[in-house]
T-cell receptor
Framework: KAGVTQTPRYLIKTRGQQVTLSCSPISGHRSVSWYQQTPGQGLQFLFEYFSETQRNKGNFPGRFSGRQFSNSRSEMNVSTLELGDSALYLC??????????????FGSGTQLSVL | SQQGEEDPQALSIQEGENATMNCSYKTSINNLQWYRQNSGRGLVHLILIRSNEREKHSGRLRVTLDTSKKSSSLLITASRAADTASYFCATDLRGATNKLIFGTGTLLAVQP
């Protein structure tokens, strides 16, 4: 099975722009989570989707949004980018059951730089 | 934030030695997981231990969990240069929704 695929791998944007990141989970996985990783704050939970529904949301401003499609692929969007949004954005999927507390399979991440 | 804390922040050892990392957390959990991350890449799941378990083994990995002290440790035996990475604990909070809270991580360097 192919792993979790995130695109693009690297992205450079300027302040005020918006960005869309994409994540394709492992085939058959219906739960997709997003995390932001920065040197200062570490790994922070953004949101989790299961069967196209957002089940959980972290403490991020409304500029951060996401969605999941019927094929379980997910996108996250950040509008009005700020310098502090520079980070590695990681997507993770978990198994078909969508049960809580399962192990996560991570993609390689999208490294976003905001100039 | 209910983020866990890991100790030490950084650890440097020689190949063949054992490495021990500790994780403390703040509230009751369903389970605790350990992940490994090579520089700038995604995380890889290592092992999961449930709240009713005290010890678990997987290959060269040994994890312990003490729920009374709200702490866990990860032991890597006979370390190799390829074990060089950051190691994170992650907790799944009891009664909470399905999100993992990650610790601050331990950066392990194994010198050949």
């Amino acid at each position: 099975k192919a792993g979790v695929t995130q695109t693009p791998r690297y992205l450079i944007k300027t302040r005020g722009q918006q960005v869309t990141l994409s994540c394709s989970p492992i085939s058959g996985h219906r739960s997709v989570s997003w995390y932001q990783q920065t040197p200062g704050q570490g790994l922070q939970f953004l949101f989790e989707y299961f069967s196209e529904t957002q089940r959980n949301k972290g403490n991020f401003p409304g500029r951060f949004s996401g969605r999941q499609f019927s094929n379980s692929r997910s996108e996250m969007n950040v509008s009005t980018l700020e310098l502090g949004d520079s980070a590695l954005y990681l997507c993770a999927s978990s198994s078909q059951t969508g049960a809580r507390g399962e192990k996560l399979f991570f993609g390689s991440g999208t490294q976003l730089s905001v100039l | 934030s209910q983020q866990g804390e890991e100790d030490p922040q950084a650890l440097s050892i020689q190949e063949g030695e054992n490495a021990t990392m500790n994780c403390s957390y703040k509230t009751s959990i369903n389970n605790l997981q350990w992940y490994r991350q090579n520089s700038g890449r995604g995380l890889v799941h290592l092992i999961l231990i449930r709240s009713n378990e005290r010890e678990k083994h997987s290959g060269r990995l040994r994890v312990t969990l003490d729920t009374s002290k709200k702490s866990s440790s990860l032991l890597i035996t006979a370390s190799r240069a390829a074990d060089t990475a950051s190691y994170f604990c992650a907790t799944d909070l009891r009664g909470a929704t399905n999100k993992l809270i990650f610790g601050t991580g331990t950066l392990l360097a194994v010198q050949p």
